[in-house]
């Protein structure tokens, strides 16, 4: 005989067990009517909030399996390569979310019809295509740059001549503007009337006559300073900014650009001669975009038009349209019979409109 605290204990492990809400994200095993379904999260394509999960191809898939009168257990994988793992060692039957179909992946896997447009594309820091940097941020950088050190260099060595030539003068000439006899500090005294001199205009001059022919001869080599310097700086500032803008993906050669690992856009990238940085979730691009870490984001239309629409608005922008066309597919094991259904009741969708509902809400068509 059970005594009734065990028999308590057993009503709820029994309780428990049967109670555990089948939570969103539940590794739950396939059965016929229990789909496992993988997925990543790729906002609008698939949103993830507060551990539910919606978007566009999350409610494209609830609608077909409604149909198909299927239930379905989403499972979230860290990267694109490791969803088809999953597809591939059975741990999932379907894969939606952003998934490109491309002929290495068509091999090796069955895909839907395809069931959204995309692309690849560009996008940068700043407003729109004229304020792609920060002026304060360019200023800086350039006061504190390699032009900058060798100017100013150049300018200490040149001083030096006028400051002694003037300093000798001036020392034998009472009334002259240096107001001490010794070397330190006057000669600090001769050379601040160089550097004022050189830069704009100095308060005083020089009353020795030779010291006075020589201040005129340093004023004119002032003039001729600051025009060079001036031109040399403009050159290396423009330089930088056509250097810096990326406007079409041929600029993306050798630059440092985001994008998830084991993505098309990665691929892309490589053959573009970029420097990739490969992450996991899309989140951590926009942010090294947005923190100066790297130049760009490449990655798939629809999701970077949602970001800069969004959560990066006024913040990032899109560059050019769309340089490589995708369409995007639900993702089978081959030959999984279930492959020819999901395609029907997609097309059924379609033509019941609420593929475009589903649009609209995600995309905010009219
Ligand atoms: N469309 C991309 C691909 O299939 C998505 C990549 C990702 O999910 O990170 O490669």
Request: neutral net charge; charged residues 20%; contains cysteine.
């Amino acid at each position: 005989m059970l005594g009734s605290a065990s028999r308590f204990a057993a009503a709820l492990i029994l309780w428990a067990v049967c109670a555990v809400p089948a939570p969103v994200l539940a590794q739950a095993q396939s059965s016929p009517d229990n789909l496992r379904v993988v997925t990543r999260v790729l906002p609008p394509m698939v949103v993830a909030h507060d551990g539910a999960l919606s978007g566009f191809s999350i409610d494209l898939w609830n609608a077909i399996a409604e149909r198909l009168a299927l239930k379905t257990s989403y499972q979230v994988a860290p990267n694109v390569t490791d969803l088809f793992e999953r597809i591939r060692t059975d741990q999932a039957d379907v894969g939606i979310s952003a998934l490109s179909i491309t002929a290495a992946r068509e091999a090796e896997f069955d895909f839907s019809q395809p069931m959204f447009n995309s692309g690849l594309q560009i996008m940068v820091r700043g407003r729109d295509t004229e304020d792609v940097s920060n002026p304060l941020r360019e200023i800086l950088a350039l006061l504190f740059s390699k032009t900058m050190l060798v100017w100013l260099g150049i300018a200490l060595v040149l001083i030096m001549v006028p400051a002694h030539v003037v300093w000798f003068l001036e020392l034998r000439h009472p009334p002259g503007i240096i107001p001490t006899r010794k070397y330190f500090p006057g000669i600090f005294f001769s050379m601040y009337w160089a550097a004022s001199t050189l830069a704009t205009q100095s308060e005083q001059m020089p009353r020795h006559w030779l010291a006075r022919a020589v201040a005129v001869l340093w004023m004119f080599v002032g003039v001729v300073f600051v025009a060079f310097y001036t031109a040399q700086l403009t050159a290396s500032l423009t330089a930088q900014k056509i250097q810096g803008s990326i406007v079409s993906p041929q600029d993306l050669h050798g630059k440092s650009v985001a994008t998830t690992a084991g993505s098309t856009a990665a691929a892309a990238l490589r053959e573009l001669d970029a420097d990739v940085v490969e992450v996991t979730r899309i989140e951590d691009a926009y942010e090294a975009l947005t923190d100066y870490k790297v130049d760009a984001v490449v990655f798939d239309s629809p999701v970077l038009l949602y970001y800069a629409a969004n959560d990066g608005k006024g913040r990032v922008h899109l560059v050019g349209a769309p340089f490589r066309k995708e369409d995007y597919g639900i993702v089978f094991k081959t030959d999984n019979p279930l492959q020819r259904r999901v395609n029907k009741e997609l097309l059924a969708l379609r033509e019941d409109g609420t593929y475009q509902k589903l649009y609209d809400k995600w995309f905010g068509g009219k």
